[in-house]
């Protein structure tokens, strides 16, 4: 079996930094993705290839990279960015779609 | 911008077959480039990728819902559609849609519809 592996929950006060981890044996092969989705809404892409990130996404957001292991920085976090937040690559073979279980990111 | 909604009966009978459509503006079905996907969520779980097809392509679906899943494409109407079949329970859940793009041969998802809740029960 596979599956992207994240800790349920992360909890941070303003201001400082969050850090979400994604591990998976299949990570040195292929991409991550982070998503961010809040109560009630669609998931928004924050990061694509492992470190890349969309228009429109704040700076304070940032993805690394290193091993079997995914890493979504939140620096500077504010009160809008609580929410749950989803890894996603794929299996081994690269066809096969697969998300994290999800972290919720708590701010104290 | 590219914009998805999705469309379809917000409850399904057990046994019966799930059926959505998702309407594309601002793109277009037949883009080479984009996988039409659907994504669901059960209430207070994780997301759960179900599938996608690719324009003129093959379709690959999640090997847990394989043999219940039919997602196809009307260039027409510029849609496209999901069937689950002999849904249970256990296949509640906010339904997604969304764009796919293929980026160093994974798939991510750049645009994705409001979702729509779908609660299977008599």
């Known amino acids: 079996s596979y599956g992207l592996t994240q800790p349920p929950s992360v909890s941070v006060s303003p201001g400082q930094t969050a850090r979400i981890t994604c591990s998976a044996d299949?990570?040195?092969?292929?991409?991550a993705y982070w998503y961010q989705q809040k109560p009630g809404q669609a998931p928004v892409l924050v990061i694509y290839?492992?470190?890349k990130r969309p228009s429109g996404i704040p700076e304070r957001f940032s993805g690394s990279s290193s091993g079997t292991t995914v890493t979504l920085t939140i620096s500077g976090v504010q009160a809008e960015d609580e929410a749950d937040y989803y890894c996603?690559?794929?299996?081994?073979?690269?066809?096969?779609?697969?998300f994290g279980g999800g972290t919720k990111l708590t701010v104290l | 911008q590219v914009q998805l909604q999705e469309s379809g009966p917000g409850l399904v009978e057990p046994s019966e077959t799930l059926s959505l459509t998702c309407t594309v503006s601002?793109?277009?079905?037949?883009?080479?480039?984009?996988?039409w996907s659907w994504i669901r969520q059960p209430p207070g779980k994780g997301l759960e990728w179900i599938g996608y097809?690719?324009?003129?392509?093959?379709?690959s679906y999640n090997p847990s819902l394989n043999s219940r899943v039919t997602i196809s494409v009307d260039t027409s109407k510029n849609q496209f559609s999901l069937k689950l079949s002999s849904v249970t329970a256990a296949d509640t859940a906010v339904y997604y849609c969304?764009?796919?793009?293929?980026?160093?041969?994974?798939?991510?998802?750049?645009?994705w519809g409001q979702g729509t809740l779908v609660t299977v029960s008599s």
């Open positions: 601002g793109g277009s079905v037949t883009s080479g480039s984009d996988y």
């Open positions: 097809k690719y324009y003129s392509a093959s379709t």
């Open positions: 996603q690559s794929a299996d081994s073979s690269g066809i096969y779609v697969i």
């Open positions: 969304a764009r796919g793009g293929r980026v160093g041969g994974t798939t991510m998802f750049d645009h």
């Open positions: 299949t990570l040195p092969k292929h991409f």
């Open positions: 290839k492992d470190d």
